[in-house]
Structure formats: structure tokens, C-alpha cells
């Protein structure tokens, strides 16, 4: 007997029919002599149709109320769930993140996990039913209603398997798995059988957008054996796991992400600590950067080019052209219609022969390369958006045609 | 200062504009310099909607998963009310039933409230700002939400108004007070300034709706001052209190219940005991009796007629069909198409008058009297529900016309 944690999206149990075919899997897992904890978002567009009354009221709602609010999202969906299990016969009982022992700090609408106190699920467990747990939520010690933020319920999911020590932690999506490129993308992509963390963690930052990143790495810090696969398609999904299978294919996939933009400061002083100043201006407002490139000008100074998230990239620009003085820059330019598509794989960096092949792939399709990073399990290029596609699907051929 | 309890219902707080209207009248009390706790049902048709999920789900959902469904409703009108008195600069935390103190006993769907633990309340409010209360909910002791039943948010702020010693419970709905009649039938009702308890809850058990008995009950019991006005109209509502302005007319009211029938046992045994039987049935499941003849027939056997909520009708002629060799009755029979006409008033016992008065009015009418009972404070009559509304107007003419 395993203890198995099941996490459902919100399109998983968007309707009537949809509720059932989740109970029905989890009444399977459980009949096979398991221990099933269940982890539910809220139904389909709840999350957004709530947002939407939030803002025909206000546009700066206080985090706590928006959190209060949200939280009746999945307190809807794991009470449905549960009485779509007792149609099928299968005991069961609800409990909202409170209940579930999801203890955060107070950061409302990002909270960050303190610690699950399983002690109730622990004894609901022990009375041989299906315990249903609200994801996306808890509780900070004030006692009130606290979110953790997009893709919460992965994190709900994975922390409770953490907390518990489950054998597994099944992330149900409307995919399959963990492919090697976007099947909507590329056609000949394949559904990988198994990843590493870090693979996944470079997957999921770059776009793949099959799990969201904090569960991965918390599954990661925590040892918590995942499987990504499909609610509509009962077949064997992809293993994320500590040591991903090493035989079989180095590069494990190839992803594209379109929510970059570039920003170029020109002209700087060419003297120490001038990078710097820049990154912890935009450090102190949150603002990721991401690919760095930096060229010296003609005439003794620098010109410091970097990628951004493109949700970042006004406010970016906007505190770099503020300073300009402090940097002695000239300009501050961006461009959002870039790209930045990579390879993802353990041990990319050792080997020589998958940059150049990357670079030939790119060549051959007439791409231009603007930038380039390489860290020891990826390589991402920044390219034009219009050639994302294509350079996906060049780069998915080359290595993995 | 005063503390001051206000209540709106689901119709108040339906969309963006009446939560408006609720969160300036919330605000100018508040602005007044009052201290106020604000009790909200759902909105508009939300515990409708969620109901309607349940069903399309099981026809038979647990108590305990469905009070975890429905106290989703409130939470989320808490919040918007919130984000609402923020936007009008007005300081404001919402709080859950369980967050308010409300802690019940575990009867899932009719839960009673074992006390209202206020010490967070008071905590909140101490710090100048208003109290968003869910109302119809709470907490049993092991840590499950429950929730009160129909008329549950009544409930929930006469119980805080109660617990905290509140100046003034104000409910908000959609009349402007408690009226002589139903101004829908009789033209021309007049809303009442006062009433006391005891004629409230007749008024409300017959049919008249404005507020639910039980927080009546609960208002008299811990004399709770209430107002019952329209969030609508800003003018002065009916003050119901222990014992209301004994001036003015002794004739409170007129109501009318169509919400009954009838039911005869014919040609039971004339022997001790034979009533009590068949009412001790009907009360072991909870089925209330309320209007009751006994006749005593031709050949030694006696009838017994007596009225039920339509809505248990069928299943007390059930139970009663099934036992009637018990008694030794020939048949049980009903009527559904009947309806129960009252007048309300303390002291209409003591004054014959009254029921002559009322009598003449309905012979007068041409309309049959089937039944009729008396208590300190009614005179209720049975009698065909088509003449139901003429009944109505000619005994309101009689008396307060």
C-alpha cells in the first residue's frame, strides 16, 4: 500500500462530467489499496470570474480581502469532488488549506509556505477514506486566509506529498506529460518517459509551462518523486525525479519563451562596478534579468544588453531612464519582438558538439542569433519572435528528429 | 457612540452597485461615529447556483460537504464588501463565521450557535474600523464549517448583536418595514413603527417573511433591539422590541399562510389516547401540527382534522395511511387547497371583539370558515386558498381600513 498525492487543475473539474471522471480515477487509486490524498484547484474560470468582481469594485483591492475572496474558488471544487466520490461509493471528506494544516507567513496573494501540520489529515487518512485538500491556500498565524500565488495548488499538491513522505505525486494537466518540444509546435515532439529536476526546472522557466516552478523545486529539495500526465488520458505520463534515466537521449527538450523582451543601456561608463549598478536597480524592484550580454563601444565606454520578463519591461525602462545620469549612460533602448529558445539537458555543457549543432540548425534556417547563455544543463539564443517557431522546430530536428 | 449590528441580505449586495449602496450606508454610520459589525448574506442567487451544483452532482450530498459548498457564498461577499468600504475610504475586515467566533453544534445544514466567541471581533473593531461579518455560518467543535440553516444571517446578527450587547440590530431588506398586511394584497397597509416580539413571531410564522423566527426568538430572548428597513429607501423601518408602544391600535397585522393543508383522520375509535397517537407519530419525525379539530362522528367514532406545511403533507399522510389500523381510523384525507388567515395583536383574547369583528368580515365576504384557533396574540381561520387574499383586505378593512 503507497500513499499517493493526486493534484487536479482547474479545467480537470471544470463541470459535472469532468468532477466525475476525476472521482473516478481517484476512487480507482484508492480501491487498488492506496492512500490517496486529493488536491483540487478551483473550477475552470472561478479564479477569474472572481478576479473580475474584484475589479468592477476596485482596482487596488487590499490582499487580504482578494485572498479571502479566492479561497471560496477551491472550498467550491473539493466540496463537489467529494460528494461526486460518495455517488461512486467511495468515502471521503474536504478540507480547506486551513483545515490541511497549511500554515504560511502573511505575504497575501504570494505566501510562502511555513509548514504543513498533517496532523489532521493523518487522522483523516486513518479512517480509510479519500481526504480532498483545497489547493492554492492557507493560513498565516493571524488566522487569516492566505494565497500562494499562480500555480499554488502544484505547490499545495507537492508540499503536502513533502510533509508526508508519499510515494508519489501525481500532477494531473490536460497534457500528457513532459514533451521534448511544444506538440503544437513541433510535430515530431515526444513525450519524454522521464526528466530530472533541474531539467524540468529549465523547462518550466523557459516556457513549458507544465508545472509551475516553485513545486519543482520543492519537490526537488524535498526528494518528492512526480509524475506529469493527463486527467482525459489514462496512459503512463513523465517522471520528474532526482536522477532522470541516463540512458537514452542527452537533450530532453527544446522550449521557446515569448514573455522576454531585450533592453539595451548604451554608452556607459567603461569603469568598474557600472553592471552592477545597473542589476541591483532593477534587484531592488524585483526585476529578474535573465540573458546579459555586454560590448565595448568604440569610444571607451559599454553597452549593456539583458533580457527581461516582457510583463517587466516598462517598469525596467523606466528606472534605468531615471538614472541614466548615474550609469554616464547615453540611451536606454528595448525591443520586445525577441525571442528566446533553448535546449535543455544534464550534461549539455561537457559536450562541445551540442552548441555547434544547435548553431548549425539556426544557420541553416537563415536565423539570426542576438544573444547567447549557456549554464550546465541548457543553452538558450535570443532570436527574433517572428522565428521562434521555426527555430524550435529546426533545433527539435536536429537533435531529436 | 452606539454599536450598532446591520444586516443585509443576498438581494442587497446582488452586484457591484447595490454592494455600493450597502458600503456608503455602512459608511455614513460608521462616519457618524458609530461603532459597526455589518452581517451579509450571498449574493443575490449564489446559494441558488451552488445548490443547483450539488444537484446535478448527488440528489443526496452529506450535510458536512454541503455546508463547506455554501459557506463559499458568503465568503466571497464578505471580501467584495470590503474591497466596496475601502473604495469610499471607509477602513474595513471582512471575518468568516469561524474567524467571528461562531461556534455551533455539528447538525450540519441547521446548525444552533453554542456561543459567539467575540473576542477577535472586539479586537477588530478596537482598532476604528468596520466589521464584515459571513453571515449563516460558523464552526463546530471539530474544526467544520457549518451552517445555520434558511434565514441563517438573521441569525448570525441578532447572535452578535446579543454577544456583544449592540445598541441596535438593524435588518436591511428589500420593504421598508413590518406592515399591517402584505402591501402586494392590501393596498392599503401601513407599515407599523413598532411591534413587540411576541407579535413579530406570530406575524412571521404566519407567513408574513420579513424575519426569520428564530432570530426573533433569539432578539426576545436576549432583548436584542431590532429594526427591520429598506437598504433602498433611507427612511425609518419598524422597531421590533420587548414591548412595543401600547398606544395606537391593538391589531398589529394581517398575514396570510398558503404554505398549509389539511388533513383528516375519519372515524378513529372514540377511546383515551387516540389524538395523542397521532400526533406523538407525526412528532417523532418532526412534523410540526398546527391547527387541530376533533369531531366526534355519528356512530361513536370521532374525526380528527389538523394542518401541516404543504411541504410535510406527503409524508404525514404517508405515515398516518400506513398506521391507520392502529387507531382503528377508516381513512385519512386531505386538502392542500387551503389557506390560513390571521390577525395579529397583544391583548386580542382578552377583547371579544376581535374575533366577532373578523368573523363578521369574512361572512360578510361570503367566505367559509373550516377552522378556526385562538391564542393571547391571534385569531387564525382556515379556509379555501382561493379566498385567501379577499380575506385578507376585508379583515384589514375591518380593523385598520
Known amino acids: 500500500m503507497a500513499l499517493i498525492v493526486q493534484k487536479f487543475g482547474g479545467s480537470s473539474v471544470a463541470n459535472r462530467d469532468r468532477i466525475f471522471n476525476v472521482a473516478r480515477i481517484v476512487a480507482n487509486t484508492h480501491n487498488a489499496g492506496n492512500d490517496v490524498v486529493v488536491v483540487v484547484s478551483a473550477q475552470g474560470d472561478t479564479t477569474d470570474d472572481l478576479i473580475a468582481k474584484a475589479q468592477e469594485i476596485t482596482h487596488d483591492p487590499s490582499g487580504r480581502e482578494m485572498d479571502m475572496l479566492l479561497c471560496a474558488g477551491e472550498q467550491i471544487s473539493i466540496a463537489l469532488l467529494c460528494m461526486a466520490l460518495g455517488e461512486l461509493g467511495c468515502k471521503a471528506i474536504s478540507l480547506l488549506g486551513w483545515q490541511a494544516g497549511f500554515i504560511t507567513d502573511s505575504s497575501h496573494q504570494k505566501a510562502r509556505i511555513r509548514k504543513v501540520d498533517t496532523e489532521r489529515l493523518e487522522a483523516e487518512l486513518g479512517k480509510n477514506q479519500v481526504v480532498v485538500v483545497a489547493g492554492f491556500q492557507g493560513i498565516c498565524r493571524a488566522d487569516d486566509l492566505t494565497t500562494l500565488g499562480r500555480g499554488g495548488s502544484d505547490t499545495s499538491a507537492v508540499a503536502i506529498a513533502a510533509a508526508m513522505k508519499a510515494d508519489l505525486c501525481q500532477i494531473y494537466t490536460d497534457v500528457e506529460g513532459v514533451y521534448t518540444a511544444d506538440p503544437r509546435i513541433v510535430k515530431k515532439a515526444k513525450k519524454l518517459s522521464e526528466i530530472a529536476f533541474d531539467e ?24 518528492v518523486k512526480l509524475e506529469v500526465l493527463s486527467s482525459l488520458n489514462p496512459v503512463p505520463g513523465t517522471i520528474v525525479k532526482e536522477v532522470a534515466n541516463m540512458e537514452g537521449m ?94 535543455v539537458g544534464a550534461g549539455i555543457q561537457s559536450n562541445a558538439n551540442v552548441a555547434s549543432t544547435m548553431f548549425e540548425a539556426l544557420y541553416e534556417s537563415n536565423i539570426n542569433i542576438r544573444m547567447i547563455s549557456t549554464s550546465e544543463i541548457k543553452i538558450s539564443v535570443l532570436i527574433e519572435k517572428k522565428d521562434a517557431d521555426k527555430a524550435v522546430n529546426a533545433i527539435h530536428e536536429a537533435f531529436l528528429g
Chains 1, 2 share one sequence.
Open 200 to 223: 524540468m526546472l529549465e523547462l518550466a522557466s523557459l516556457g513549458a509551462q507544465v508545472l509551475n516552478n516553485r513545486s519543482v523545486e520543492l519537490a526537488k529539495k524535498y526528494n
Open 250 to 343: 542527452m537533450i530532453k527538450g527544446v522550449a521557446k519563451d515569448t514573455n522576454v523582451s531585450s533592453i539595451a543601456v548604451l554608452g556607459v561608463h567603461d569603469q568598474p562596478g557600472i553592471a552592477f549598478k545597473v542589476f541591483s536597480l532593477l534587484a531592488q524592484r524585483k526585476i529578474n534579468v535573465d540573458l546579459i550580454l555586454q560590448s565595448v563601444g568604440r569610444d571607451g565606454t559599454k553597452d549593456i544588453t539583458f533580457t527581461v520578463a516582457s510583463t517587466d519591461r516598462r517598469q525596467a525602462v523606466e528606472i534605468l531612464t531615471e538614472s541614466i545620469g548615474r550609469f554616464g549612460a547615453k540611451k536606454v533602448e528595448y525591443d520586445d519582438d525577441v525571442a528566446k529558445v533553448s535546449v
